[in-house]
């Protein structure tokens, strides 16, 4: 399906910015720093499911991101069914095995040891899923195919927008990204347009629940931004 195909563009007025005063935006800027400031990639988690309405209105932002020539290449796959997840679990630690104990080059384990992964993905199956596709290209209804453009990074900032919306609802994440994840595909039944993006793992962090020290530190201004 193509969404922006038509050939004389059409135009309204802009209806919903927002203006603010430079001390509102400020104030605001500052009260979104502090939310974001909280989020942490978390790998233990309470079982049982979280509330559906949050799901979608989470994933209904994630939809609202911009988009290469507005293609909204992206596809996301709730799983909350406990059988598919233990699919899930049971392919992603063999790859995961795989990768730790042969695949991985030591300067990659080096940079993972900090945070104390390994092969056991339990969260898998204690929390809910949600596998993100990037669409390679469109279809049409009669089969032809339609170019998408910067697909990853528009699908890379959807998943921007899922993980800031789940934390400001409440909810944890782990953005997991097993390697190889063409196993999604299969379990997810989708079609051979899309290529997995990466498995999104949200939930309530269990009670006892730790993160590494290292996954919280962050780079300084001076590093990361320049003025010109
Ligand atoms: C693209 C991407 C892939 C990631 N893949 C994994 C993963 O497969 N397994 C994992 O445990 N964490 C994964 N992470 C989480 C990072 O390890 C985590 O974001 C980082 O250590 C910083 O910690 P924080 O999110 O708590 O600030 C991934 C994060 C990103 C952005």
Redesign the pocket.
């Known amino acids: 399906m193509t969404i922006a195909g038509q050939d004389e563009p059409e135009f309204e007025p802009l209806k919903d910015f927002v203006r603010y005063s430079e001390s509102e935006m400020t104030a605001r800027s500052s009260a979104f720093l502090s939310n974001l400031k909280r ?3 978390i ?1 233990d988690y309470e079982e049982g499911a979280v509330p559906r309405p949050v799901l979608e209105n989470c994933l209904r932002t994630a939809s609202y991101a911009p988009s290469g020539a507005n293609m909204q290449p992206w596809h996301f796959t709730v799983i909350e069914d406990s059988a598919v997840k233990h699919r899930i679990r049971v392919a992603a630690e063999e790859e995961e095995r795989e990768f730790y104990e042969t695949r991985a080059p030591a300067e990659w384990l080096k940079a993972l040891a900090p ?1 104390g ?1 390994d092969a056991d993905k339990s969260f898998l199956e204690h929390a809910t899923l949600i596998a993100v596709f990037a669409e390679r290209y469109g279809k049409l209804p009669d089969g032809t195919r339609v170019k998408h453009y910067y697909v990853q990074e528009s699908v890379g900032i959807a998943v921007g927008f899922l993980i800031a919306a789940l934390h400001h609802a409440g909810l944890a994440t ?5 390697s190889p994840m063409g196993f999604l595909t299969d379990i997810c039944g989708r079609p051979e347009n899309e290529k997995p993006y ?1 498995l999104l793992v949200t939930g309530y962090p269990s009670s006892d629940c730790q ?1 590494p020290v290292f ?2 530190t962050r780079r300084g201004m001076d590093e990361v931004v320049s003025w010109v």
């Open positions: 989020r942490r990639t790998r945070l992964t782990l953005t997991h990204t097993p990466l993160v996954g919280g």
